[in-house]
């Protein structure tokens, strides 16, 4: 039944989208506003979701007027819409144009025949670029830069340790309520202020000579932080898992590889990404001739190391692209250790602590002029992926109005995802009136489904609607199935004789 009950309004909204002039009573808007209004109760109403909460806010930026209301004022979790926050709260605290700057520095004086004695310091922070999504996917691209900047310079020993010094956040390397069981995958990567190839191994599997046989695996970067136990097998079908035993570095590979597969890639998170970056930094200066006496460290495993300013040279930087490509990343691919990073660094340069209890201060105060009051907003963490971010549906929506007022409007509003066209809504609502159109951010995690964003009527009237679903019983394509139809149905909307 309730199947059924979601197939016909399917078949509703599709029949009042073509066949509009049999609702309508006449050219007055008020009428149009209505009957949307009565149609929308009608599909937030279904059976279906009779255990779930729905909350709704559809507002247009032109007269300022609430199309459809539900629960606004409730609190709900947002998933992935936590990052129209944490991406917003970015543009708003820095700018646009704002970039990071990862320094390699020596920490000791070099001879005259090019031995440093002393050691190399990685000065983290926060930058997300430090990978090889800016490198035509050279993952190694930058420490290959800074080791030929070593060479140059003469350096030719290394007479200490390299150290990653992700001293610029504070030491929490995981989101509050994140769950245990996600922190073997990608999109739970542990958050630090020095970041490497998004905090991530990528593993590469293919099958072995035959039928049986042990798959062949292979890391990129190729190190030796990472341990890997090989127990995939070639046979008829794809099938591998993952598993990193947490609090090491040792990943167990179980599962089979299709025999007449061409390789695949999967991501798997790394235990202590700062000491992870120096170890893979150290590798590379050696296989390029460099000397380095000492191991790689995180300089939280040197107690009391504080490097003396007056003996420390830069050596080498990276700077990352301009946030607006960060945060156009972010939303588009729903990057959660992106926006974790986002949040921290609006913490830190605010003048609060570079953590997500600072960045989530810091948000606070940048989103009151927007009408969004302190009480309103809990951000646990900055992706979302924390059950115990709340958020209310109307803040959603005034947080949406506030920014497309801003100078960084244009950047944040083309940063989302579009409908039928890329990022997370690639896939989504092709066919329909709402490709090309809709700009929103979605959301998931267990029994949650969020999308949020803006939309333009058929009059060339621009909307702002939040749709946040949780705690619902149906597969998770029924709640999108229903924000999709929700989408069309503001696409074709118009005032006169709707």
Request: charged share 25%.
């Amino acid at each position: 039944m309730k199947t059924h009950r979601l197939f016909f309004c399917t078949l509703f909204f599709a029949f009042v989208a073509t066949a509009p002039d049999l609702f309508a009573a006449g050219p007055r808007q008020t009428d149009s506003v209505e009957r949307l209004r009565g149609e929308l109760e009608y599909i937030f109403s279904d059976p279906a979701f009779t255990s779930a909460h729905w909350g709704v806010a559809v507002q247009s930026l032109k007269t300022g007027e609430y199309f459809y209301l539900r629960n606004e004022h409730k609190a709900f979790m947002p998933a992935s819409n936590m990052k129209l926050f944490s991406t917003a709260a970015a543009l708003l605290a820095l700018g646009a144009e704002y970039r990071y700057v990862t320094r390699l520095q020596a920490h000791g004086l070099i001879s005259a025949e090019g031995v440093l004695d002393g050691d190399l310091i990685i000065r983290g922070c926060g930058d997300p670029s430090l990978s090889g999504r800016w490198e035509n996917d050279k993952i190694t691209a930058v420490f290959e830069r800074w080791a030929d900047s070593l060479k140059t310079r003469g350096i030719k020993e290394v007479n200490g340790k390299v150290i990653g010094d992700d001293r610029y956040f504070n030491d929490e390397m995981l989101g509050l309520g994140w769950e245990w069981d996600d922190l073997t995958e990608y999109y739970a990567a542990q958050i630090s202020a020095l970041t490497f190839n998004d905090n991530c191994i990528d593993v590469l599997t293919s099958p072995g000579d035959s039928l049986d046989a042990p798959a062949r695996l292979r890391l990129e970067p190729e190190t030796r932080y990472i341990q890997l136990i090989n127990r995939i097998k070639t046979a008829e079908r794809t099938r591998p898992s993952f598993w990193r035993n947490l609090g090491t570095n040792q990943i167990q590979c179980d599962g089979t590889v299709s025999w007449l597969s061409k390789g695949r890639r999967d991501r798997i998170t790394v235990e202590n990404p700062s000491k992870y970056a120096a170890f893979v930094l150290r590798e590379i200066l050696l296989q390029r001739g460099i000397v380095i006496k000492d191991e790689a460290y995180d300089v939280d495993e040197l107690p009391g190391y504080l490097p003396v300013e007056y003996k420390t040279t830069q050596l080498a930087s990276h700077t990352s692209p301009p946030l607006s490509e960060i945060v156009r990343e972010t939303n588009k691919e729903s990057d959660n250790l992106f926006a974790e990073l986002l949040l921290r660094t609006v913490g830190r340069e605010t003048g609060n602590e570079g953590s997500a209890k600072g960045g989530e201060a810091a948000a606070k105060k940048l989103f009151e002029p927007a009408g969004i009051a302190p009480d309103q907003f809990y951000a646990a963490d900055g992706s979302g992926l924390s059950r115990r971010d709340l958020v209310s549906p109307i803040c959603v929506i005034r947080l949406l109005r506030y920014m497309r007022q801003q100078e960084t409007g244009a950047v944040y509003v083309a940063s989302l995802p579009v409908a039928g066209v890329d990022g997370t809504l690639k896939g989504r609502m092709r066919g329909t009136a709402a490709k090309g159109n809709v700009k929103a951010k979605t959301g998931s995690i267990g029994r949650v489904r969020a999308l949020s964003g803006y939309v333009t009527t058929r009059d060339g009237e621009e909307l702002v609607f939040s749709m946040l679903a949780n705690n619902y019983g149906v597969p998770m394509a029924s709640a999108t199935h229903v924000q999709d139809l929700v989408c069309e149905r503001l696409a074709n909307f118009t005032r006169m004789n709707d």
